[in-house]
């Protein structure tokens, strides 16, 4: 499904990824662990097509994503490390104004809602709730929730667990064993190396 063939980037002087190899097969959850600065974060924007690399390759079903980034753009969610949601609205204007940027329709948009909530275990009637007002797991489950609104193949995950308490951590990997289930193909970085163990069935 993914391949990236000797990628390499630097900044300046400073080689951030060199001449790095994998293959991700669909319904996957691959591992990308290091230590900080190893490069996880330029590798994850290369695939994301946000950077370019200096050389070699990343193919998306065989297509070069570098010379045709719509391939991969169109399949792709991201669940940034950061909470990348309008706090001031409520969880269901989130998740509308992000079917709107996905070309939503609302009976389609209303139908994944429903389904998101299943999957990540979220009340519908705590949607209508500002996500200022969340709790940080909760926030966590709307942040990977909007990134699935538009059923991408390849979801890219970066420490979605990070800050969490241990409950609420175990129930995002719950949520995340679930859309592999669905045959959702993750990437997902992460300092916990239990949680890489848990729910990772190949590890870079």
Sequence with gaps: M????????AYKKNKAVKNISFTIQQGDIFGLIGTN???KSTTLSMIAT???PDSGK???EGVDVMKKPEVI???LGIVPQQIALYPTLSGYDNFKFF????GLKQDALKQQIKKLCTILRMSEEALKDKVAHYSGGMQRKMNIGVSLLHNPKLVIMDEPTVGLDIASRQQIL????GL???????IYTGHYMEEVEEICNRIG
């Excluded at 719950?174 to 064993?177: A, G, L, Q, S, V």
């Design 180 to 186: 592999k289930e669905l045959g959702t193909t993750i």
């Design 73 to 75: 753009r169109s399949q």
């Design 2 to 9: 993914l391949q990236l063939i000797n990628v390499s980037k």
């Design 37 to 39: 600065g190893a490069g």
């Design 99 to 102: 079917g709107d940027v996905y």
């Design 50 to 52: 946000l950077k370019q």
């Design 58 to 60: 990343i193919l998306y």
């Design 174 to 177: 719950e949520c995340i064993k």
